[in-house]
């Protein structure tokens, strides 16, 4: 079965320091990755998808993330978070040619000024 | 983009009784959508695949007959929590999929709280 591992849990970070969140999928075949973050009250918001083409995907709000297939990987990056970032982000995969998306656990990220 | 909306935001039921939830794509046609649920501090756990026109095909564990889903449009969704229990009590979100924009979105999600 499908399943989708985000290692880091909680990230405290300062602003102006660089992100890495871990995500990685078990699933033999073409996948579509997703990042969705969800900021404290809100809905679940799409920061950025993988479907083909260049593994380096470039998101909303300085967001990007690496596909890296060899490793079954799609970790999420951004260079210097600010305080508006703080939220909990989620990693999500789906089989090609289905929508049902099958998410991690999600990483809660606290930035502080 | 698309948007897809969820009603109501937040409900209060007895235990014994019945709760409709209804998700909503308000510009675009969806003939799948999906309906997860969110624990407090947890991920979202795909309940069911809700098909228009057809029967729900629910995820391994899921009880079809608590949770009555009926996709009655191409823009309707609802979930019904039958004889609701405080166990049910959790944050409901559902999906639906833009062929036209590629991409999946979500409602704004239910609080159900059942007392």
């Known amino acids: 079965a499908q399943s989708v591992s985000q290692h880091n849990h909680h990230v405290i970070l300062s602003e102006a320091a660089s992100l890495e969140l871990g995500c990685n999928y078990s699933y033999g075949g073409t996948v579509n990755l997703f990042w969705y973050v969800q900021y404290p009250g809100q809905h679940l918001q799409l920061l950025l998808k993988?479907?083909?083409?260049?593994?380096l995907v470039k998101g909303i709000k300085g967001f990007e993330a690496e596909f890296i297939k060899s490793k079954f990987s799609f970790n999420l990056r951004k260079p210097s978070v600010q305080w508006s970032d703080t939220a909990e982000y989620f990693c999500?995969?789906?089989?090609?040619?289905?929508?049902?998306?099958?998410f991690g656990t999600g990483t809660r990220l606290q930035v502080f000024p | 983009g698309a948007v897809v909306s969820q009603h109501p935001s937040r409900v209060i039921c007895k235990s014994g009784t019945s709760v409709k939830i209804e998700c909503r794509s308000l510009d675009f046609q969806a003939t799948t959508m999906f309906w997860y649920r969110q624990f407090p501090k947890q991920s979202l756990m795909l309940m069911a695949t809700?098909?228009?026109?057809?029967?729900?095909?629910?995820e391994q564990g899921v009880e079809k007959d608590k949770f009555l889903i009926n996709h009655a449009s191409l823009t309707l969704s609802t979930l019904t929590v039958t004889s609701a229990h405080p166990e049910d009590s959790s944050f409901y979100i559902c999906?639906?999929?833009?062929?036209?924009?590629?991409?999946?979105?979500f409602g704004e999600g239910s609080w159900l709280t059942v007392v």
């Open positions: 993988y479907f083909s083409g260049d593994p």
């Open positions: 999500a995969v789906n089989a090609y040619n289905t929508d049902k998306l099958i």
């Open positions: 999906s639906a999929s833009s062929r036209a924009e590629n991409t999946i979105y």
């Open positions: 809700s098909n228009e026109g057809s029967k729900a095909t629910y």
